[in-house]
């Protein structure tokens, strides 16, 4: 689907059924930017967070010439030996943390149903664990890969039922 069907299928509209979002939700953002892309899901809101005033006064990044000027000879590339010269990336080990989340819902809001609309939503990076229901909350227990999810991720997929959701607090957030 193009961005403009989009925009007309969601024009007045929180979400694709009206306020409150949907199995249909999940499947139009999943076709939009895939399932497992979590990197990709979390640099679209990052970069919705800007105003596109914002957004126009970037300049363009120029791409990196691996070139070296000479006074003799003008511009020559770089040697090979050159880049074998450099340092290997430090590549950083995935820290997991457990975490628990206390989910309040508003009143008469099933919590099997809450959790079924949470589970559908695929993150890289995170090991939904358990949901135990109560009255009006659901206490959800899970493990995240630090590099790959974030609190912001966590509170975007829960307080993001806005119709469901009244509020996200995390008791435990410890490290594996």
């Known amino acids: 689907m193009t961005a403009s069907k989009v925009e007309a299928l969601l024009d007045g509209k929180k979400f694709v059924g009206g306020d409150k979002p949907s199995a249909e939700d999940v499947k139009l953002f999943n076709e939009l930017l895939g399932e497992k892309n979590s990197s990709l899901h ?3 809101k990052h970069m919705a967070s800007f105003t ?3 957004r126009g006064a970037w300049k363009a990044a120029k791409p990196a010439e691996n070139k070296i000027t000479c006074s003799v000879s003008g511009n020559v590339k770089a040697s090979k030996k050159a880049e074998k010269d450099k340092p ?5 080990k995935a820290a997991r943390t457990s975490v628990v989340a206390n989910i309040s819902l508003k009143a008469g809001t099933c919590p099997k149903e809450t959790e079924s609309l949470i589970r559908m939503i695929k993150v890289d990076g995170l090991e939904f664990g358990t949901f135990v229901a109560a009255k009006d909350s659901l206490k959800w227990t899970c493990v995240i890969d630090d590099l790959k999810v974030s609190k912001q991720d966590l509170l975007d997929m829960t307080v993001g039922f806005t119709g469901l959701v009244t509020k996200t607090d995390f008791a435990e957030w410890k490290s594996l």
Request: hydrophobic letters at 55%.
């Open 52 to 54: 596109e005033v914002e």
């Open 42 to 44: 979390r640099w679209v």
């Open 88 to 92: 290997a990336p430090v590549v950083k």
